[in-house]
């Protein structure tokens, strides 16, 4: 019987893995020249965890289990709450802001389609304690250039959620909850509903449905009519004039409503072309969460790429390798293994662990794409030289093994 991997998840062969841990390197490179510093967290976490976040709701996308002591434990389903565990925890201490990263896998137990799966890789940002308009400026310029690095013209679209709280505020919360949940998932009937079913003020609907529709380059102005002069318009107005600072376009888009409670502020989206209705490839915004589990009002702002989404589209290809294979006879192998013990200082070296014959050696070294052959046989062990292919030219020289060297990297030894 063939066993076959979980539904909802893949296996990942060399050349796919190269391409991914090439898009990875660059986000790395990114968020390291921004300041941000990696974390881990386990795996899987208190179920507690999540429900204290999401609600009672979410357990039915988890892939929770009770342990041998009893504890309701589940795998992660996404990396903002431990994150926010392991800083009450661990870090209230350090000096602030603490510009944070992370890139882990997760799951969640949901129909698979595409680009959503079981399991899947998250590429995330928090930047904890930190409530000023540059914060969330700085985290939206970060994920833009993310996104740049990884060829994708992203169309942003930004919000400010306290506007839409100030419209709601007579209301009481988890009528507020509600209504931006159905916002979140621009569920425009269940929201007509719900509005009837709760009386709310007819000034409060208008207010509401005039301001999540305005999108564009009036918007702001547009809200300001609608609404009068409040403060949160002026925030608003703040980080976009950072935005035009940091050279960054996008869509004002008053109809972005993250659905979870802990939301304050700038909310983001950022979508991709190439997906289909699954074009989302980057959320975020300013939340307040540490309270929730134990620590003090300390406000963040942070967002997550959608990595698997990303590879779909993903086209910058990595530079392949200066692959070497050596080519022995059967009276040459032993001298052949401190040569390739020096050359894997510098690049990948094959050698053979097959006793193939010479023949084989080479067609080996052509069907696995290496870019040279160095042959190693009786005369060249005998002059201490090296006969070095070039797979691609087919020009070949004798050469030293600090020629070779130099040949490989353009360094002497």
């Not at 004039?241 to 983001?268: H, N, S």
């Not at 190693?376 to 006969?387: I, K, N, P, S």
Request: proline content about 4%; overall charge negative.
């Amino acid at each position: 019987m063939t066993i076959q991997r979980p539904r909802g998840t893949r296996d990942f062969l060399p050349q796919e893995m190269a391409r991914r841990r090439h898009l990875e390197n660059r986000l790395r490179q990114v968020v390291g020249r921004w300041g941000y510093q990696e974390v881990v967290t386990p795996t899987f976490e208190n179920l507690e965890l999540f429900t204290m976040k999401s609600g009672e709701g979410i357990v039915g996308e988890l892939y929770n289990f009770t342990d041998k002591g009893d504890r309701e434990m589940t795998l992660r389903p996404e990396l903002t709450a431990p994150v926010m565990r392991m800083f009450v925890n661990e870090m209230q201490a350090l000096p602030r802001p603490l510009k944070l990263f992370y890139f882990e896998n997760c799951f969640r137990y949901e129909r698979p389609q595409k680009g959503r799966f079981r399991e899947f890789w998250q590429f995330g940002v928090e930047l904890i304690g930190s409530e000023g308009r540059d914060a969330d400026a700085e985290v939206i310029a970060l994920a833009t250039a993310m996104l740049e690095v990884a060829g994708i013209q992203g169309d942003l679209h930004v919000g400010y959620l306290g506007i839409i709280r100030h419209v709601l505020s007579s209301l009481e919360v988890e009528q507020q909850g509600k209504i931006m949940r159905l916002v979140d998932k621009k569920d425009d009937k269940g929201l007509d509903d719900y509005l009837e079913e709760i009386n709310a003020p007819i000034d409060l609907r208008m207010k509401l449905l005039g301001l999540i529709s305005l999108t564009g380059g009036e918007a702001v102005s547009k809200a300001r009519n609608l609404l009068g002069p409040i403060p949160e318009i002026d925030a608003f107005q703040q980080i976009l004039t950072l935005l035009d600072a940091y050279g960054i376009d996008y869509t004002i888009d008053f109809g972005i409503a993250r659905g979870l409670d802990y939301y304050t502020g700038m909310v983001f989206e950022i979508y991709a072309e190439g997906l289909g209705a699954q074009k989302q490839v980057c959320g975020g915004g300013s939340y307040k969460l540490i309270q929730l589990f134990g620590g003090g009002d300390v406000p963040s702002t942070g967002f997550g790429l959608g990595f698997d989404r990303i590879m779909e589209i993903y086209k910058i290809e990595p530079v392949p390798q200066k692959t070497v294979v050596m080519i022995t006879t059967e009276s040459t192998r032993i001298n052949a293994i401190p040569v390739a013990c020096k050359l894997r200082e510098y690049v990948p070296v094959y050698l053979d662990i097959m006793s193939r014959n010479f023949k084989a050696q080479l067609s080996y070294a052509n069907n696995v794409g290496a870019r040279y052959a160095l042959i190693l046989g009786d005369r060249e062990v005998a002059q201490g030289l090296f006969t070095f292919k070039d797979m691609e030219s087919g020009v070949q020289e004798s050469l030293t093994l600090d020629e070779i060297i130099l040949k490989l990297t353009g360094e002497s030894n």
